[in-house]
């Protein structure tokens, strides 16, 4: 993009960016290559900006179908020499785990940052899982960025361990720090940075049991000398207490923790009343620096938010280095859940130093508040699809769901979602189920998240001879993460990049004779499917497609020229607010009413209730 200051920006220039920003950034300042992902909040906008960038020949950039693929892709580039970035949300690891383990016994020549992005609080997610974990469990060294300035500092240094070792590098971030938005220093954009030549090496690229034996102690190693790098990392800084003071107590801090410290040292003005180690490379452990730490404290307060990993290591060391000092961590309000707070610390600051607190108390929630849950679109075709299952199979149907927008349909008037596993998991859990209790099973799953894992549950259900209705709810983009490209995008859309696969070409590929395709806002077609396949054995996909309202007014650029409005106010229209409860509609008194800024056209409440709604123009 012509003149966005990450492309254009040098060295002396100060700008505001989200966190996310500032990791393209770093990355950019490091020279990377080549950017694979998948997407997911809150990881998405790194990808999404080095998209809109473009790059002038500087990097590619690869939307892989998931989060393995993805790293995949990024471990070949690496094997062949170039920097590679790899994106992804902390449960996307899960599914990347097995090429990474075996990536960080091989080394990656080139050099590999995989960025994993953490959602305490659960705020776009499934689980609270800490990734940290990873690090430990497949020797990564972590960094932990706490502003959008470390967020771009740790990128760089993250690529260049990633080359020194020769080894894969985790950049743990957390909601907090890639939604956050900060004054950011620029360094200068270096000139195209060379790829390391490939050299091929199959007694150590082809892990073969006795590769791999020999490869372990040279990861050990390596992770060696990653503690020694992390010893007098510039990110790994002891603080001492202000004014000078003599205090043997201490707090180490890790991740976004830091700031909340930070703040709350300040707010209390306690700042004379502890030393600080604040750790930004947290793994592997600077076991010295820590040890010098703790040997000025008789007691230590250790802030991480996620697990007590850190608070656990450091009670290890001592007790390994024969330290006495009393370590301290997790509480009753300092919990494994959720994210912190300066107010939470603050609060465990005042007890722990036993100081009044200056923390407000939290003000009560007003009881009679409505719930805002979150809701399908005005003009989502999801919403239609449900609505005509609903009619078809009622409660007769079990109900399996999958990830992405649609889950919503959890709630009443919907309910067409009784469980839910992990992305791709409609289909193999919803086969699973089918088998063991003998009842109808409709799964549903969208196009992205089909392409992702879903492709392998559907052969798998064909191959075993399951019962399954599969529902394959084709919106034309990626609609959850922002809108971006899948296998199934249209052509049009994709550029040149990247090539449309036709999706009913692809199911029938893998074996599915029973599939029809239908639009999502016809529902005499969509119902009359549905019915068509109800009493069917074995395996029969429906594909329902309709653009994502919102992607086809941003993106597409089209939008309905009518509006629906009541023409008849009754009992037609009031169970049409019940079955459908679209969010346009609303109750005025004890009529009902559509707001015209909401209702985006698609004019299923004409289908469901013909003589209660009429359109008209905008």
Avoid at 390 to 401: C, K, L, M, T
Avoid at 545 to 568: H, I
Wanted: hydrophobic residues 40%; charged residues 25%.
């Amino acid at each position: 993009m012509g003149n966005d200051p990450l492309l254009r920006g040098v060295r002396g220039e100060r700008h505001l960016l989200l966190g996310n920003e500032a990791i393209v950034r770093g990355a950019l300042e490091a020279g990377v290559h080549m950017i694979t992902c998948y997407p997911g909040t809150p990881s998405s906008e790194v990808p999404d900006t080095f998209l809109r960038l473009g790059g002038e020949g500087r990097y590619r950039l690869e939307y892989s179908i998931n989060e393995k693929v993805a790293l995949e892709v990024g471990a070949g580039a690496a094997l062949a020499g170039a920097m590679c970035l790899v994106t992804m949300k902390h449960v996307g690891l899960n599914v990347a785990a097995d090429p990474l383990f075996t990536s960080v016994y091989t080394g990656l020549p080139g050099g590999l940052v995989l960025l994993t992005a953490d959602d305490p609080g659960c705020h776009s997610s499934q689980n609270e899982q800490d990734n940290r974990h990873y690090a430990r469990f497949a020797s990564l060294p972590c960094f932990e960025p706490a502003s959008a300035q470390e967020a771009k500092e740790m990128t760089r240094e993250a690529f260049r361990l990633a080359r020194e070792l020769q080894q894969p590098v985790m950049l743990r971030t957390t909601t907090r720090v890639s939604h956050m938005r900060g004054p950011v220093d620029f360094d200068d954009l270096p000139a195209p940075q060379p790829k390391v030549a490939f050299q091929r090496d199959p007694g150590r690229f082809v892990p073969v049991p006795a590769v791999a034996r020999k490869r372990h102690p040279a990861l050990l190693a390596n992770m060696e000398k990653a503690r020694q790098i992390a010893e007098n990392s510039r990110f790994n800084v002891a603080r001492e207490p202000a004014g000078g003071s003599a205090t043997r107590i201490g707090i180490i801090a890790s991740g976004v923790a830091r700031n909340y410290l930070a703040d709350a040292l300040a707010g209390g003005g306690w700042e004379d009343r502890a030393r600080v180690l604040e750790l930004g490379m947290t793994w592997p452990l600077p076991r010295d620096l820590i040890s010098d730490f703790l040997q000025k404290c008789d007691r230590v307060l250790v802030l991480e938010e996620g697990a007590d990993l850190l608070e656990e290591s450091v009670r290890a060391l001592a007790q390994r280095r024969g330290i006495n000092v009393r370590i301290e961590g997790k509480d009753e309000d300092l919990t494994e859940q959720g994210e912190y707070s300066t107010t939470l610390v603050m609060r465990r600051l005042a007890v722990w130093l036993n100081c009044p607190c200056p923390a407000k108390p939290a003000r009560p929630v007003e009881p009679d508040l409505p719930g805002r849950p979150p809701n399908l679109c005005a003009g989502c075709s999801h919403r239609a699809v449900y609505y005509a299952v609903r009619h078809v199979f009622g409660d007769e149907a079990i109900y399996s769901s999958d990830i992405g927008c649609y889950t919503l349909g959890l709630l009443p008037p919907l309910r067409v979602a009784d469980f839910l596993v992990c992305m791709g998991s409609s289909v193999s859990a919803g086969s699973g189920f089918a088998r063991a209790s003998g009842k109808p099973v409709v799964g549903f799953i969208g196009d992205s998240t089909f392409f992702h894992s879903g492709m392998t549950g559907l052969v798998n259900a064909v191959f075993n001879r399951h019962n399954l209705l599969l529902v394959i709810l084709d919106n034309g983009t990626t609609a959850m993460t922002g809108h971006q490209p899948n296998p199934g995008m249209q052509q049009d859309m994709l550029g040149a990049t990247s090539v449309h696969m036709d999706m009913e070409t692809v199911v029938r590929g893998l074996g599915v004779t029973e599939c029809a395709r239908v639009r999502a806002f016809n529902l005499k077609s969509v119902i009359r499917a549905l019915e068509s396949m109800k009493d069917k054995p074995g395996v029969r996909v429906l594909i329902a497609e309709e653009p994502c309202a919102l992607y086809a007014r941003r993106r597409l650029k089209k939008s309905q020229p009518r509006v629906a409005e009541v023409a008849r106010q009754g009992e037609e229209a009031l169970r049409c607010l019940e079955q459908l409860a679209c969010p346009a509609f609303y109750r005025r008194g004890d009529n009902l009413a559509v707001d015209e800024t909401l209702c985006s056209g698609c004019m299923i409440c004409l289908q469901i209730a013909p003589t209660a709604f009429k359109a008209k123009k905008r």
